[in-house]
């Protein structure tokens, strides 16, 4: 496919989710870490159900060294109403054992001041943390042009005609942050992610 065809879809893709979805804002007030933890829970899944495991995250734990240590069994019970609990409770922990691991400590908001590149390839290298979280991170908290994407926007662009079977088996939609310019990418994020997780949650439904 175009580079030009491929623009046109992804663009005309986002002119329908905003008909249908109102744009989120990141919340300003969190740090990098919780912009990070955060994406945990909203992989797959829709901003309510990742708000609702966040505060429940919040309230349940005295800091982010205690869920560190808390088991996966234990964490995927405050995550219910996410897409896949489990692998929340995963994502989270070797998320905060990959920042802690790193930097010794949780407070990473000097990080907004440093190489943006840098950190995101040093976030990239975390173990088990995904693309997505990464990505969401590096927009929401750093300021940067990345789009996240997770499984149910690769399914929804593949169902699309927007990228190849063999694209989306490599998790990869080339050229999105081309066809979006940076100025409309935490909006185009929002809504594109608030679709996506309809259709992975409902596949078939035709409404």
């Known amino acids: 496919m175009s580079a030009t065809n491929r623009s046109q879809l992804i663009n005309k893709l986002f002119k329908v989710a905003k008909k249908n979805y109102a744009p989120v804002s990141p919340v300003s007030s969190r ?6 933890l955060y994406a945990c829970f909203l992989e797959n899944s829709q901003y309510i159900a990742a708000d609702e495991a966040f505060a429940r995250l919040e309230q349940n734990y005295f800091d982010w060294n205690e869920v560190r240590v808390t088991t ?3 964490l995927a019970e405050s995550m219910k109403g996410v897409a896949d609990a489990e692998a929340a409770a995963i994502a989270l922990k070797k998320t905060l054992h990959g920042v802690f691991e790193t930097y010794y400590k949780f407070d990473i908001d000097f990080l907004k001041k440093e190489n943006l590149r840098k950190t995101v390839q040093q976030f ?3 173990r088990g943390v995904s693309p997505f979280i990464v990505y969401y ?3 929401t908290a750093l300021g940067g042009h990345f789009i996240p994407v997770d499984q149910a926007l690769i399914n929804l662009m593949a169902v699309l005609g927007v990228i190849s079977e063999a694209e989306a088996e490599k998790n990869q939609i ?3 942050e081309r066809a ?3 100025t409309k990418g935490i909006e185009f994020a929002s809504v594109a992610h608030q ?3 309809d259709y992975h949650k409902s596949p078939f439904n035709k409404d």
Do not use: C, N, R, Y
């Open 31 to 36: 740090g990098v870490l919780d912009h990070m």
């Open 72 to 74: 996966t069994t234990e």
């Open 124 to 126: 990239g290298k975390f």
């Open 137 to 139: 991170s590096a927009q």
């Open 174 to 176: 080339p050229g999105l």
């Open 180 to 182: 979006i310019p940076k």
């Open 195 to 197: 679709l996506a997780a």
